[in-house]
């Protein structure tokens, strides 16, 4: 079982920088694939990027593809979403997730487990 933990949000003006992070509890985490995925007030979860346990496979939604980089730790058990050139359609809670599986996902079913969500806000 996976416990996940996530930080760094905050309330920015567009066209800056935040770094969210994502600990992770549990003995098995490297062999999880992390998702970060948000949810905007009155819309759906939606998929913002995805790492695989080794940290080479990623994958990006195309709204943030060149904007946003994640990245891994496994001997500290992290996860990170570096987000820049940031744009106030990104204001919304941002949830990391984890999946028993080795390479990243992008569907949101497919994730076991779920912290409790960071609020990003970004102001025009």
């Known amino acids: 079982q996976v416990q996940l933990v996530e930080s760094g949000g905050g309330s920015v003006q567009a066209g800056g920088s935040l770094k969210l992070s994502c600990a992770a509890s549990g003995r098995t985490f490297s062999s999880y694939s992390i998702g970060w995925f948000r949810q905007a007030p009155g819309k759906e979860r939606e998929f913002v990027a995805a790492i695989g346990w080794s940290g080479v496979s990623t994958l990006y939604a195309d709204s943030v593809k060149g904007r946003f980089t994640i990245s891994r730790d496994n001997a500290e058990k992290m996860v990170y979403l570096q987000m820049s050139s940031l744009k106030p359609e990104d204001t919304a809670v941002y949830y990391c997730?984890?999946?028993?599986?080795?390479?990243?996902?992008?569907?949101?079913?497919?994730?076991?487990?779920w912290g409790q969500g960071t609020q990003v806000t970004i102001s025009s």
């Open positions: 997730a984890a999946d028993n599986d080795l390479l990243p996902k992008s569907r949101y079913s497919r994730y076991d487990y």
